[in-house]
Structure formats: structure tokens, C-alpha cells
């Protein structure tokens, strides 16, 4: 028996405003690159330029939806000074997605933060909440009429890991003893450079309870001018999980309570849904020799129950913001594809309200601190012959998987 889905479930694929768009200097992964510690993205894929193009494609494909996200830094490149150029730039964007019968679902924050705010400390500062709040405020009242469905921030578990822990993000923080999570494999070229010490670690602590706080006081802000919005949080979700052995089966629970449960708590009186990203597999006591993605992680889509499933106890409805796979051949990426949808279908027989699934990502784009090596694409992007586009088999897959759960009635 096929998945009954629920009713408006939307299909599609995501991108990110720094990973795509191109001519993006004013943030802090422009300055980070400008010294040389981590790759320049440049002109990336000119999504921004091209976006129209980019969305005729995925309604080709078969998509229902987008995400995508905004650039605080375009938006507010000076403290409490707002550029409506850029406002007017976005809602073309929206304007472009709903002409093409394409859902927006619209990221206010994907990991990249303008200068002033870096300067003042980013998300170690006190006051970071509320200015993330201001910033929400203002995209709501503006954009807010454009749009149902808006995303705080992406990966908050990330963002704080790499920055704070591992060192290979900005603002290049270290705490030695954290190899633990170097699973990410988020590019550990620049890692040696970062600054290392346990003060570090305390300072990942205070950011992630500012990230909480920062979505709390956005959904609180935004509420008020666009009450209709759903928000949601992007929460990545590694599944741990453990063989046999009681003491494994221990390290996996604190694992998996301090990745995911400590954050979702915070927030979860905040949620009106939440999103899933997934990619990540990791069984402690397990010895087998895994097959590998082009980023060196287990090959498990399948694994993609498990974390809606965890995701599904903290009672709001969930849908898959991002999922997929690294394959510069595209060799592994149909059955990839496969496996990771029918495993979310089965996940809706199971009882989990899942609201839509969204692969990562509609093209090929900046990788963070790997560059451009990386290739996640629906739509392969020929760099070196003028950005041209060129659609993979495997979106051809995903499209006939649309249309066969689409069909159901």
C-alpha cells in the first residue's frame, strides 16, 4: 500500500543565499576568506542573478516548493540600517517562486552574519537575542504578506560545533579535546589556525543559549505582524545509535540528548514546525566498513526515519528541509534519493506528521570551508563554462518519485 500524504505536502529541493548567490563581501565568511581561512566563494552559481532560470528548472523537476534564504548581510549591512533595495530584491524572488505555482519557504539566517554584527561579538553577546529579533521583525513587516512559511535559522547545532568547537568555521574557536565531532567533516584544513582553549568551550555553550533565546524572541517578534506565518527552526539531526553493549547504548543516548533534545527543548514552545536536516548515521561499537558519500559519510538514507522519528516526540508537525548527498558522478545519488523518500514515507505510515520533504540541494554550490569540490546537485553547475546548468539523472528520479506519491489519493 502507497503513503497517503497529508493534504498540500509540497516536494522540492533548497539552496542558501552565501552558497549561491554570489557577490555577497560584506559577511563574515567574505572577510574569513579576503585572510585566507577559508576558500572565496565569489560569483558562486549568480543565483542571484539567474534565480528565475534556477526556479523555471525546478518546476521541470517536478517541485512543489523551494527553500531558500536571505542574507542578513544584504538586508541589514549596518547595524539598524535597513536596505530596501534588498527587501524589494527578495520579494522579486517570492514574486518568482509563486508565479511558478513553487511554495516559499524562506530562511531569515543560513550560517553567514554581516560584519557589524561579528564586530560586536556575534552570538556571544548578550544582546545578540534581540538584535536577531529586530532583524526578524523587520523582514516579517516586510516581506511577511509574501509568504507562510518562515525559518529562523539553519543547523544552530552546526553553527556552534564548527565555530566554537572545531575551529574550522568563523570565528575560528577551538576546543582541543572535541575530535568527537569532527563527523561533520566541514573542512579541517583551517582547524589548525583557529584559536584554541577551554575558554572555548564555555563559549559554545553561551552561544547555543543565545541561538535558543535568539528564535524565541524572533518567533515572539514576528508573530505580531504576520500572524498567519508558520515558524520553524532547521534542526540537524545526527542519529546515533549504538550495537549491543549497555555502555555504547549510554554514549549514544547523551549523544543524542545533547545534539538534538538540550536545543529542541529551549525551543519547542516556540515552534509552530520544525525542519529536518539530515545526513549524518553513526552506530558506536559498530566495525563494519561503511560505503562512503564524496564526504566521507556513511551511506544510510534510509537512517532518515530514525530522525524524524526523534524529532516527532517533541509533538509539532516536521518536514524534511534537507537531505542528500555528496556524488560528483551521480552514480550513487538515484538510489540515494530513493531509499531516503520511501524511509520518510514510511515514517508517515508510522503516524509522524510530516508536512514535506525538500532535497539538499536543487544545484551544485559553496560547500562552506570545502569550496566548490563538493557536489550536491540536483542541477550540476559547469564553473568553468559560464556557470551553465545541466540537469542530473537523478533529478529525473526524484520527479518520478513526486509523481508516484503525489498520485495517491
Keep these: 500500500m502507497q503513503t497517503k500524504l497529508p493534504k498540500d505536502f509540497f516536494w522540492g529541493a533548497a539552496t542558501a543565499s552565501y552558497q549561491v548567490e554570489g557577490g555577497i563581501e560584506s ?62 530584491h527578495y520579494r522579486q524572488v517570492l514574486v518568482a517562486l509563486k508565479d511558478r505555482g513553487l511554495e516559499p519557504i524562506m530562511t531569515l539566517w543560513h550560517f553567514t552574519l554581516p560584519l557589524w554584527f561579528t564586530e560586536r561579538g556575534g552570538f556571544e553577546h548578550k544582546d545578540s537575542p534581540q538584535m536577531f529579533a529586530r532583524y ?27 565555530g566554537w568547537l572545531r575551529g574550522s568555521w568563523p570565528p575560528f574557536k577551538r576546543f582541543a579535546l572535541t575530535d568527537l565531532v569532527s563527523i561533520t567533516n566541514s573542512g579541517n584544513n583551517f582547524e589548525d589556525k583557529a584559536e584554541k582553549g577551554i575558554r572555548n568551550l564555555f563559549l559554545y555553550r553561551q552561544v547555543m543559549k543565545n541561538l535558543a533565546r535568539a528564535h ?18 532547521v534542526k540537524h539531526v545526527i542519529v546515533f545509535d549504538a550495537n549491543w553493549n549497555p555502555f555504547n547504548k549510554i554514549k549514544a543516548a547523551i549523544a543524542n540528548y545533547a545534539w538534538t533534545t538540550v536545543f529542541m527543548n529551549r525551543t519547542k514552545r516556540h515552534l509552530d514546525i520544525v525542519g529536518l536536516n539530515y545526513y549524518f548515521y553513526t552506530r558506536f561499537g559498530d566495525h ?5 558519500t ?13 530522525a524524524l522519528i526523534r524529532l516527532s516526540k517533541f509533538r509539532v508537525p516536521v ?7 555528496a556524488d560528483h558522478d551521480d552514480s550513487d545519488r538515484p538510489e540515494y534519493i530513493t531509499k531516503q ?3 520518510t514515507m ?16 536543487l544545484m551544485d554550490n559553496y560547500e562552506w570551508a570545502l569550496g566548490f569540490e563538493k557536489q550536491f546537485g540536483l542541477i550540476k553547475v559547469h564553473y568553468e563554462d559560464g556557470l551553465k546548468r545541466e540537469i542530473r539523472p537523478s533529478a529525473w528520479v526524484y520527479k518520478d518519485l513526486i509523481e508516484k506519491y503525489s498520485r495517491v489519493e
Design 27 to 88: 559577511c563574515d565568511w567574505a572577510e574569513a576568506a579576503r585572510h585566507g581561512r577559508v576558500p572565496t566563494c565569489g560569483i558562486a552559481c549568480d543565483h542571484y542573478n539567474k534565480y528565475r532560470e534556477d526556479f523555471d528548472l525546478a518546476v521541470e523537476l517536478g517541485h512543489t516548493a523551494h527553500r531558500f534564504s536571505l542574507e542578513w548581510a544584504r538586508i541589514e549591512p549596518e547595524e539598524g540600517e535597513f536596505d530596501y533595495e534588498a527587501i524589494e
Design 136 to 162: 526578524a521583525k523587520f523582514v516579517a513587516e516586510q516581506l511577511g504578506s509574501e509568504v507562510t512559511h518562515i525559518t529562523t535559522m539553519n543547523e544552530p547545532n552546526v553553527f556552534g560545533s564548527n
Design 216 to 233: 524565541n524572541a524572533a518567533y515572539d517578534a514576528m508573530k505580531p505582524v504576520a500572524s498567519h506565518i508558520q515558524v520553524s527552526v
Design 288 to 292: 563494519r566498513q561503511w560505503r562512503k
Design 294 to 306: 564524496d564526504m566521507d559519510w556513511n551511506f544510510a538514507p534510509e537512517r532518515i526515519y530514525d
Design 319 to 325: 518536514f524534511v528541509s534537507e537531505a542528500g548527498l
Design 341 to 343: 523518500v520511501e524511509a
Design 346 to 361: 514510511q515514517a508517515i505510515q508510522d503516524g509522524v506528521d510530516v508536512r514535506g520533504h525538500l532535497y539538499w540541494s
